[in-house]
């Protein structure tokens, strides 16, 4: 059973193509994320969805467009694919602020992009 | 002032020394600062996390160690072990804001056996 799950784990493609990576998790969690992971490691925020509102909206390239249709999962939709996209990107959730105010992340496993 | 300084890079370690991994940060709003172990092929995984209202946390061989005035964080791995070897990050959130989370730029550890 796990938590944040994500399909598919590796992706490779052609640039110019679409693509989606979709987002499931059985945490019960009302916010969920999508994070970018670069060669170097750097995990960057993409967006994140709270309830299925948009709350979080980094400086994202307009063709990288999230869709929540419940809270139980988000999707990534890629238009026109570049070079620079490969990466590796997690989806990840939390239930909110916590009673210690923390907000706990748990993330998928990852889905590997690779543009060609 | 969104940034989180992490440092060093990569870090060799002989099996049962200690590995020391530090964190500075700028902006004195943020409230929760979590260290996340992400081993290959695997996402980030919640290691330890503390709040600036204490100096200290320690969860087995792991301790972070926070220094308010200075805006400085750091994590202490006792006894460390070959299976320790990960990407460590450090991150630092605000609890009243929209549960963005500032992850530093991460550190190889690698224990040698």
């Known amino acids: 059973d796990t938590a944040v799950s994500q399909t598919p784990k590796y992706l490779v493609t052609q640039m110019g193509n679409d693509k989606s990576i979709k987002c499931e998790q059985n945490?019960?969690?009302?916010?969920m994320y999508w994070y970018k992971q670069d060669s170097k490691k750097f995990l960057k925020i993409m967006f994140s969805?709270?309830?299925?509102?948009?709350?979080i909206n980094e400086t994202v390239p307009n063709r990288f467009s999230p869709k929540s249709p419940d809270k139980a999962h988000l999707n990534l939709h890629i238009n026109s694919l570049e070079l620079g996209d490969s990466a590796v990107y997690f989806c990840?959730?939390?239930?909110?602020?916590?009673?210690?105010?923390?907000?706990?992340?748990?993330f998928g496993a990852g889905s590997r992009l690779t543009v060609l | 002032q969104q940034q989180v300084k992490q440092s060093p890079q990569s870090l060799i370690v002989q099996k049962g020394g200690i590995s020391i991994i530090n964190c500075a940060y700028e902006?004195?709003?943020?409230?929760?600062f979590p260290w996340y172990q992400q081993f290959p092929g695997k996402g980030p995984a919640l290691l330890i996390a503390?709040?600036?209202?204490?100096s200290e946390k320690k969860e087995g061989r792991f301790t972070i160690s926070f220094n308010k005035s200075a805006k400085q964080f750091s994590l202490h791995i006792m006894d460390s072990q070959p299976g320790d070897s990960a990407t460590y990050f450090c991150?630092?959130?605000?609890?009243?804001?929209?549960?963005?989370?500032?992850f530093g730029t991460g550190t190889r550890l690698k224990v040698l056996a």
């Open positions: 969805y709270n309830n299925k509102e948009l709350i």
């Open positions: 503390i709040r600036p209202d204490v």
């Open positions: 902006n004195t709003a943020f409230d929760y």
């Open positions: 991150a630092a959130s605000i609890s009243s804001g929209t549960y963005k989370y500032i």
């Open positions: 945490l019960g969690h009302d916010t």
């Open positions: 990840a959730s939390s239930q909110g602020r916590q009673r210690s105010g923390a907000n706990v992340l748990t």
